[in-house]
């Protein structure tokens, strides 16, 4: 008999196939395999060939890191890479606080675990430390932290586990608590000879530079979401000792839901050099230097799959920009987009020097005490001779001016409809598209999210702002660059460049930054402007600085800005794009800013049958996709 190869997983496919298979037997010419009972064996043949082809392919892609979707898989499948996943991360607050006592003792200590109750949106949470934290007692107060070297509390509930060593077992330190922040693991190892908790062991991600006596351990993530802690061998790190017992000190967080809090009441206890409980003498006030934040869920799949390769081929050493951007991923778990720029890129040039720029997973800046946790900790990776330098996050902003037709006949209020619109646009925000370096905006799945938020709006014209938010340093002479990565729409009567407003040193007038193209269209001239009483524009400083419409940057000559009308001495600089697809080139991050985005809802009056001809439609409701004319950004 001939040998049939069941190339196709169709269901009715393997029927026909087995079919052929029977017919080219003798034993059954001329069998009818439709119309007998047979025909019932041959379907549950091809079933169960289906059945077992489709687990047999699920197990082939479940083999492999990029097919597969069990989490506890994709975990084992990167554990043999030596990734290890990012662990749910607690919200930290900084924070400082005044201790009065009456001890008679040099420092008194701050003990591990709960610290302060914060709140927000009317529920609260526990925020505790790891370790203990000792102050020195001067005049009989106790200062912990300072503005500069603040406290830090981590949301969560501090707990202890311990386990006792028993080398005659092949015995696994499991930790139960799935929602765990592994930067917070704290392990003591109490010998034979050992007091107190005994020796602090230090959490290491690979073997390398340890010896047969390094006190370390490592953590990997096991089965539903829960960690082991490994120890020594005795080759590769310090071998534990019969009858050892292992304290570990670990935060339960609650993850992203802890961010926010920024008032707190203290609930901590101290214990003097002595090791003796003490009770302050007055009340604790706790005065907040940052509020909590930088909370984040587990790393998901996808995460784990994207990542975990890359830190491999970087095999710990940090030279091309996609090694740094695993590395910085593993070092700084509260990253959620980097951009990677070689000083050979950089105009001009800057060899011999990285320029990195990341993007937190709240906020918008990193502090300046991560920047140089991460600048540290990228020196082991890194090669001799080479700089790292983080910069501040430029942020490249999308606004829409979006005029939304909508037959009034269909829906009863129009401001709901406008409800639909910002929160579908609020969606899109989030897509994978954008909030990244290296985002693009498109335009057209922008306009067909809008008409398809309901069926009474029957169009819609939206315009596309890009800006830019320049930092200003009051009161001081600088210079300053703005790139927009995009070429720039040109209008040859200029005003395509509007800013907030800004006083200049010396000055009580609102003046703004705007444009006056040369006659190539190109180039032009950036100019500082004034309005007069009765609208008229007056020209305070005309050779301001110059703007390059191909390239999209603005150099802003030296000037010395005294205040800002916006917050924070931001000027809010805009400009309209040539395309309407937008994209973050190099270390730009690309996000679109809904609550800065316009909602106009207009009554249709041609769809509701008000205007059949349609005349003023054309006379009262025509849009432009450009520049209003205006000389100040609204």
Known sequence: MPFTQFTNLDFDQIKVQIKDYLRANSNFTDFDFEGSNFSVLIDTLAYNTYINAFNANLVVNESFLDGATVRENVVSLARNIGYIPRSKTAAVADVTFTVPTSTSGAFISLEAGLVCIGAADNTTYRFSVPENISATVENGVAQFGTADKPIKMYQGSFLTRQFVVNTAQDQRFILDNPNIDTTTVRVYVKGINDTGLGREYHVVDNILNINKTSEIFLIQEVQEERYELLFGDGYFGKELENNAIITVRYIVTDGEAGNGPSLFDFQGSFVDDGGVRLIPTASVPVTTVQRAMNGGAIENVSSIKYFAPRLYSAQYRAVTARDYEAIISSVYPNMESVAVVGGEELNPPKFGTVQISIKPKNGTYVSDFDKQNILSKLKQYSIAGINQNIVDLKVLYIELDSTIYYNDNQVSAPDDLKTSVTA?????????????FGGRFKYSKALQLIDRVDNAISSNITKVKIRRDMKVLKNQFAQYELCFGNRFHVNPNGLNIKSTGFT?????????????????????????????????????????????????????????????????????VQAFPESNDVVGLKDLYLTLDVSKSRINMVKDVIASGEDISGVSFIRDYYTSSYSNGALQRK
């Open 424 to 436: 579908g646009l609020n969606r899109y925000s989030k897509d994978v598209d954008m909030n990244r």
């Open 504 to 572: 200049l040193a010396g000055s009580s007038d609102i003046v703004y930054l705007t444009d006056a193209p040369n006659t190539d269209l190109k180039m032009g001239v950036i100019s500082i402007v004034k309005m007069d009483a009765n609208g008229n524009r007056i020209v305070v400083a005309k050779d301001a600085g110059t703007v390059d419409y191909n390239k999209g940057e603005i150099l802003l000559n030296t000037v010395n800005i005294s205040s800002t009308v916006a917050d924070n001495s931001i000027i809010e």
